[in-house]
């Protein structure tokens, strides 16, 4: 982080008076106190950050098609969650807080967890498994200390996609084995340093084809539940994220795979109907159950061989803008948590992290890596985007 000098003089007398503060202009004038009792998405507009507007930007620019750029430059007023996915990346915070209106509430993915992916390739992250102190004092209390020092700035975080789901569904693989306790603690040390005034919380649930089936509703919810209750049963915490980087329908009926051999052993064949049954199985299991649901990607259905298929579909468009108006009284509301234009994974066969999911029939090639710009993705997204841009 830059200070000058006099910054410097400037914030060490602030400092010695009371804790530093800063706020964005144009934040609220006092503290925010969110009630996780309530859907905030009522309040608050999803804040289209700053840090993906110049993705947009730079994006719109290589565009030549005029009628094309003309849409995809709406994409950039449009609610989008900022992933932290490495310690160095949190500086990408600080600059995106500093033109968060006081009716918009900033979206935020913690997403560095010991042993990262454990089930797949393309994100395995910078940390080793076993190095769960650094998570939580290089990462965790890092963007904790950032969240305290804009009190007055809305927060809604998306904790740690697919980490718990992995455990329930793929605790075969020795990867996974090897990664569960830290997840298990880091997920919960995350619960406990972010349970501020100012944020609202939500767990990653995978979606309707993951945790959806039958004989994983109930070993889903409990997992989740018991990591939220080693968490000291957090009051911020207000439930689940669904779909996220994920390509489900909200609401189809039938379901895209409802025709699949094995169906009938699926009863969530869309996310509504996952958001429902997965919040009864976890009220049952004493955890809150609302959600909100990732809609970024899935405007265009029948596109995946298979239910299974998460990296960089061809054929894919934008879906449902974020909003809190979705019918349903579990879902909070639907939201942009992959930012639509980020790859999901390589298709380059001899990389590292290269996973055989990327190099899929229905999987857009090539593709550069995980959290890489992917114009011709992007552009794609925008020319098949529905509701049209
Ligand atoms: C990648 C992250 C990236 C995120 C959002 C994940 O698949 O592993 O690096 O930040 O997607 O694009």
Known sequence: MKFSKSALLTFAVAASASP??????????????????TNVFRQYTLHPNSFYREEVELAVQQ??????????????????????????NIERLEPALQDVPCDHIFGLVVYDLPGRDCAAKASNGELKVGELNRYKTEFIDKIAEILKRYPNTAFAIVIEPDSLPNLVTNIDQTSCQQSASGY??????ALRQLNLPNVVMYLDAGHGGWLGWDSNLKPGAEELAKVYKNAGSPSQLRGIA??????????LTPGEFSRASDAQWNSCQNE??????????????????????????????????????????????????????????LADAFVWVKPGGESDGTSDSSAVRYDSFCGKPDAFKPSPEAGQWHQAYFEMLVRNANPAL
């Not at 530093?20 to 009792?37: E, F, M, Y």
């Not at 750029?69 to 994409?75: E, F, G």
């Not at 669904?242 to 609401?251: C, E, I, L, Q, R």
């Not at 990732?294 to 998460?310: A, F, I, K, P, S």
């Open 272 to 329: 509504k109907l996952y958001v429902e049954k997965f919040g009864a199985a976890l009220r049952s299991a004493g955890m809150p159950n609302h959600a909100i649901i990732d809609t970024g990607r899935n405007g265009v259905q029948g596109l995946r061989e298979e239910w299974g298929n998460w990296c960089n579909v061809n054929g894919a468009g934008f879906g449902i803008r974020p909003s809190a108006n979705t019918g349903a009284e």
């Open 63 to 88: 565009i030549s098609d005029p009628s094309l750029a003309a849409k995809a430059a709406k994409v950039a007023d449009i609610g989008t969650f900022l992933w932290l996915d490495t310690i160095k």
């Open 184 to 189: 298990r603690e880091g997920v919960a040390y």
């Open 20 to 37: 530093t503060k800063r706020q964005s202009p144009g934040a609220c004038p006092s503290p925010v106190r969110l009630d996780a009792s």
């Open 242 to 251: 669904t779909n996220v980087a994920g390509w489900n329908a909200w609401d």
